[in-house]
């Protein structure tokens, strides 16, 4: 990464598309803290529009790594709003809204986004270093003074860290080392909701996990990597359905009954909170249970939950179109409920090439990441990518015009900085006056 040549597409782009790039970050950065502006204006489908521009004559030197990803997200793209329709006419026609379905198209077309970060992966790495003193006081004035609870800033922290992989010093490794810890400490005095604590975590046990994996890899044959890793999945997916089943169970009983959410007596003030919120847990468990009776999906333009919950949580169904865009606090688990076996093994199989490709670029790195230039920028991808998921799995980000974008174009970039290291090329970082 130190002192390489722009990249040959980078020479031939035109001023123009540098500045229309530098427009979409733009927006993506000011939609990271300010996400309500999308209440009051649709500039999130103008730039949808602006970004489909840039990327519509894609053409670019795919890597085998990246192959599998780029598939799973053309076809989630392309062949599943297509499903979701064909589901919705056959399963719920009486209930199918045309103009709903035009809304639920937003879990599609913000795929854009992907796209635009993996074409223009070096560029973006280009203006992170340009920018990354303006980024750095945007991140640390975010955390320190809004506690960072903007659902789309989440993957911000891990961009800081690509500005930072490198500097032209020698001691370029320290301060990478002195802004991690800086994160570290200002997430741990500010965090008040619940999803950037346990992000908080992540970035905790990324470090644990790179000692742990030296030691493992050294001692643990790569056969029983394998088997304990399939272990711990089957493991951990049938305590959760059992769970989730007891609790779909246990609701739907007091439902019948009368009963609302007080009676569980686990609702207050003080638990009210993204991990602390045991409605999520109503609404997922409702979920499980409308999956098992619709395992091929409630498709898109459809109500999403029965009518007797809405005396159980007090979600306001009642309200013109509220159960058709409602919302379970949980990306992936509205999505497969709408979207049935099909989404579910998109998310199992996307989830899972990210999770390999990433294992077999660290192990490559003998799981010293830190110590690269190149190997900071991607483990500062992999923990936005971290990020993202997690605010994914306890809030309303992929069903939603004002997080979607920040999901997808955090992927987009990992896939891209994921395929340049496999294929021993470093993401460009060099000025953006080099440029000739």
């Not at 390489?4 to 733009?26: E, G, I």
């Not at 799973?72 to 589901?87: C, E, K, N, R, T």
């Not at 992170?128 to 004035?141: C, E, I, N, Q, T």
Request: positive net charge.
């Amino acid at each position: 990464m130190e002192n390489t040549q722009a990249t040959p597409a980078l020479f031939r782009m035109s001023k123009l598309k540098q500045y229309l790039v530098s427009l979409v970050l733009l927006y993506l950065f000011i939609q990271g803290i300010f996400p309500n502006i999308e209440r009051f204006t649709l500039w999130g489908e103008m730039f949808v529009l602006l970004t489909f521009y840039l990327v519509y004559n894609m053409s670019l030197d795919v890597r085998s790594e990246q192959k599998q990803i780029l598939l799973l997200i053309y076809l989630w793209a392309f062949l599943f709003p297509v499903y979701g329709l064909l589901m919705a006419v056959i399963y719920q026609p009486a209930t199918f809204a045309f103009i709903y379905f035009l809304r639920h198209l937003v879990f599609f077309y913000y795929c854009v986004f992907f796209f635009f970060a993996f074409k223009y992966g070096d560029l973006i790495c280009l203006y992170f270093k340009k920018w990354r003193f303006y980024l750095m006081g945007f991140v640390f004035w975010c955390v320190l003074f809004e506690g960072g609870n903007a659902v789309s800033f989440s993957p911000f922290l891990g961009f800081l860290l690509i500005c930072v992989s490198e500097f032209k010093k020698k001691r370029d490794k320290h301060i990478f080392y002195i802004i991690f810890c800086l994160i570290l400490v200002t997430m741990f005095v500010s965090s008040g909701q619940g999803t950037n604590k346990l992000i908080l975590l992540s970035y905790f046990g990324f470090v644990f996990f790179q000692f742990f994996a030296r030691f493992w890899t050294k001692w643990i044959p790569p056969k029983v990597n394998r088997i304990f890793i399939i272990v711990v999945v089957i493991s951990f997916g049938i305590f959760f359905v059992k769970y989730i089943s007891y609790f779909n169970h246990m609701t739907t009983q007091l439902a019948a009954l009368g009963q609302n959410i007080a009676a569980l007596e686990l609702m207050s003030e003080e638990n009210h909170t993204d991990l602390g919120g045991f409605w999520r847990l109503v609404l997922w468990s409702h979920l499980y249970g409308r999956f098992l009776d619709f395992p091929w999906g409630l498709g898109l333009g459809t109500p999403l939950f029965s009518n007797w919950l809405d005396g159980f949580v007090m979600l306001h169904l009642n309200k013109p179109g509220e159960n058709y865009v409602q919302g379970a606090h949980n990306s992936f688990i509205t999505l497969i409920a709408r979207m049935g076996i099909p989404a579910l093994v998109f998310f199992m199989a996307l989830f899972y090439c990210v999770l390999r490709m990433s294992i077999k670029s660290f192990r490559k790195m003998n799981f010293r990441p830190f110590q690269t230039t190149r190997g900071r920028a991607l483990s500062g991808s992999f923990l936005a990518l971290i990020s993202i998921t997690i605010s994914c799995s306890f809030n309303v980000v992929l069903e939603s015009p004002l997080y979607a974008g920040a999901f997808w174009f955090t992927l987009g970039l990992f896939t891209r900085l994921l395929g340049d290291f496999a294929n021993d090329k470093p993401p460009e970082m060099n000025s953006l006056d080099d440029q000739r």
